[in-house]
């Protein structure tokens, strides 16, 4: 079963430019969550959605990010117009669905310079 | 709201020695979830043990084991006979619910020397 998958691994913007993250779940997951991690801190919760809804996005910047977790393909984590206070690793996490606690797998991660 | 302290930025430790890493939390709520994921220099984030609130006895995972102290807010981790792969970030995350977002401290660096 393959893990967490996230392309592309390192990811070059101009300021201005739009980024666009991709993550493909673990086989048999439906719930994805977006974290960001800037340089020396820890990650920060950006984002939770199952397919088609967004269900937390309590941690998301108000403008220029958004998120998507459509019924075919991965989900994509978008941002517009990025600065340089964007360029930090952005993970990807999913877990299964059902009754009981399911651990959150993570991908290894799009690191975002922007230059 | 919840808040996850790590007051140790870096600890070292020799191989074949014992280290402690400690985590406080603020939180509220009487059933939740506490975990320590180790992050290596590749970045891939890997959970290393879980414990559930409501359970009093401590979780333990081969090498890797945890003190939990409910009424002080205390998860501290402890790794024992330490080995040079154990060398990595170590994060303490929260939880709420069975599928809701982490929570993570800010990080300890473990150093760890021949």
């Known amino acids: 079963n393959a893990g967490v998958m996230q392309n592309p691994r390192h990811l070059v913007r101009r300021r201005g430019q739009e980024a666009r993250l991709r993550c493909s779940p673990m086989?048999?997951?439906?719930?994805v969550y977006w974290y960001r991690q800037l340089p020396e801190e820890g990650l920060k919760f950006m984002v939770y959605?199952?397919?088609?809804?967004?269900?937390?996005e309590s941690g998301m910047p108000k403008e220029r990010f958004s998120a998507e977790f459509p019924k075919e393909g991965p989900s994509i984590l978008r941002i517009q117009q990025v600065v340089r206070g964007d360029s930090a690793a952005y993970f990807c996490?999913?877990?299964?669905?059902?009754?009981?606690?399911?651990?959150?797998?993570f991908g290894p991660g799009t690191r975002l310079t922007v230059t | 709201a919840q808040t996850v302290t790590q007051s140790q930025p870096e600890m070292s430790v020799q191989e074949a020695e014992t280290v402690t890493l400690s985590c406080t939390y603020d939180?509220?709520?009487?059933?939740?979830?506490l975990f320590w994921y180790k992050q290596p220099p590749s970045r891939q984030m890997i959970l290393v043990i879980r414990q559930e609130a409501y359970k009093q006895q401590n979780a333990t995972e081969n090498r890797f084991s945890v003190n939990f102290q409910k009424a002080a807010k205390s998860f501290s981790l402890k790794i024992s006979d330490s080995q040079l792969g154990d060398a990595a970030m170590y994060f303490c995350?929260?939880?709420?619910?069975?599928?809701?977002?982490?929570?993570f401290g800010a990080g300890t660096q473990v150093v760890v020397t021949p």
């Open positions: 939180t509220s709520e009487s059933d939740y979830y």
């Open positions: 995350a929260y939880r709420v619910s069975s599928w809701g977002k982490l929570q």
């Open positions: 086989k048999g997951h439906s719930h």
């Open positions: 959605l199952q397919k088609e809804n967004i269900i937390d």
């Open positions: 996490a999913s877990s299964q669905t059902g009754t009981g606690i399911y651990e959150q797998y």
